[in-house]
């Protein structure tokens, strides 16, 4: 039985997911400094620790509504081996935890869909405030290489 680790995140009330190695570090919303004629994707740069760090608006990639709840808001630093050598982070509503997801509770998707939608599979995870209803939460796994290479990230 292999174990897959993933961050699981909310964007808009729905649940996504994405490698646990693609993720450098978790870090609270701070301000974004607009970068001018920049793509709309593109929110901004901010400067993490020394480092200027592109931020890509991940609602807007996925075409889903923008909440601006920046209470929950969190960046999601991408490890720079994803991202071509860039520092990029990725806005997301709220980080929920990180988990390990049995392989077998993952469907997969087909191709032709997953490829478009930028979606790896759906992860089934039992909720956790469900008690004896077994009521299960899906999870969207999202491809972020998908992403950033359909993005041309590696031109930031």
Known sequence: MTLIDVVVFDI????YALDIQLAR???D????TPVPRAPPHIAGIINLRGEITNILNLN???NLPEHENEETQKIIVLVAEATGGSNVG???DNVRSVIQVEENNIESMDTSF???AFVKGIIKEKSEDSGTSGKTDLIIWLDVNLILEDLNIEEL
Request: aromatic fraction near 0%.
């Open 60 to 62: 807007r990639i996925l």
């Open 12 to 15: 808009g009330g729905t649940l």
């Open 25 to 27: 570090e978790i870090v």
């Open 90 to 92: 990725i806005i997301v």
């Open 114 to 116: 997953s490829k478009e």
């Open 29 to 32: 919303m701070m301000p974004i």
